[in-house]
């Protein structure tokens, strides 16, 4: 099982590092968000499930030459009262390490959860009691504040919220286009999408390939929303509203989010041409595969 620990190892980190910055540098996720987010969820579960049975094959291939020959092997002997002698503190070592890994990954995400859960209930809470229903939009609450603002808030007992900047600054055609866009959020809960990321970033934020995971992810979801909405209001109006509420960033805020709005403005106002049928199939392949073959290479006697 060493070259299969090998391959495997090879393969997470390819997947972490240059893999995940060729695909954020890469124009065509823009002409297929959603095949895009496919394969980024796939990068990211297919190099955990890689780095972690990289170090699992190690550590127990003195045990078999499959995993799970290997494991079953390991756990009769322990049934046994015995330890192997062919687990050296090497391979010992090897498979505490991926243990450990695994550990930091699942706990890290356990922790980030609870927390957003925790954000949003005080979140939910604050906006009960400072924000008034909005009778022309279901579940659309206004807060009273001048800046244009619109955000949803995702979760069982979700909102969307717009600040009286919003309703004073855009028309009704304007309005509805916003809401469109954050109810798109809402419905394809775009916030699991990019729990996993911020989970994975907080856990190796040295790794810039994750960094850049969780950056082209939340472009992307951006995106996807967008293409909803504009398949429900008219472009123009939605382009607007957008500008509208996005332009009320402060002064200090960085000028890449200046730049990443005038991009979707673009891509709403002039969408990029769809990928060829072949292409958007392939991707949806290829992330498929990238989860498959770590798993096979782990499971295959």
């Known amino acids: 099982m060493q070259l299969t620990a090998l391959g495997l190892g090879l393969l997470g980190v390819l ?17 297929d968000p959603v095949g895009a987010l496919l394969l980024w969820q796939a990068v990211g579960l297919g190099g955990g499930i890689s780095l972690f049975g990289a170090g699992l094959a190690y550590g127990l291939s003195p045990m078999g ?22 687990m050296d503190p090497l391979h010992v070592g ?22 957003t859960l925790r954000a949003r209930r005080r979140h939910r809470d604050l906006l009960d009691v400072l ?10 609450r206004v807060l009273d504040h001048p800046v244009p603002v619109a ?5 069982r007992s979700s909102r969307l ?17 916003v809401l469109a866009h954050e109810r798109a959020h809402l419905r394809e809960r775009h916030d ?10 907080a856990t190796a934020p040295f790794v810039r390939g994750m960094v850049h995971a969780q950056l082209a992810v939340a472009r992307l979801i951006e995106m996807r929303a967008d293409d909803v909405a504009r398949r429900l209001c008219d472009p123009t109006e939605l382009a607007t509203a957008l500008k509208a509420v996005g332009g009320s960033a402060p002064a200090a805020a ?31 392949l290829v992330a498929l595969a990238l989860v498959a073959v770590p798993v096979w290479l782990l499971v295959a006697p």
């Open 15 to 31: 997947l972490a590092e240059p893999v995940s910055r060729a695909l954020a540098r890469a124009r065509w996720p823009g002409r």
């Open 65 to 86: 030459h499959s995993l799970p020959t290997a494991a079953a092997a390991l756990s009769a002997s322990v049934a046994a009262g015995e330890w192997p002698d062919r």
């Open 94 to 115: 090897a498979l505490l390490i991926a243990l450990g890994v695994l550990v930091r990954l699942l706990s890290v995400l356990v922790i980030t959860t609870v927390r």
């Open 131 to 140: 924000a008034t229903p909005w009778p022309h939009a279901s579940g659309t």
């Open 151 to 155: 955000y949803c808030l995702p979760g």
């Open 161 to 177: 919220v717009v600040s009286a900047g919003v309703l004073d600054t855009l028309d009704t055609a304007g309005v509805v286009a």
């Open 192 to 201: 699991l999408v990019v729990l996993p990321f911020v989970a994975w970033g």
């Open 254 to 284: 960085l000028s890449s989010f200046t730049d990443a709005l005038e991009a979707r403005i673009d891509r709403i106002t002039a969408p990029p041409p769809a990928l060829p049928r072949v292409v958007h199939g392939l991707i949806r």
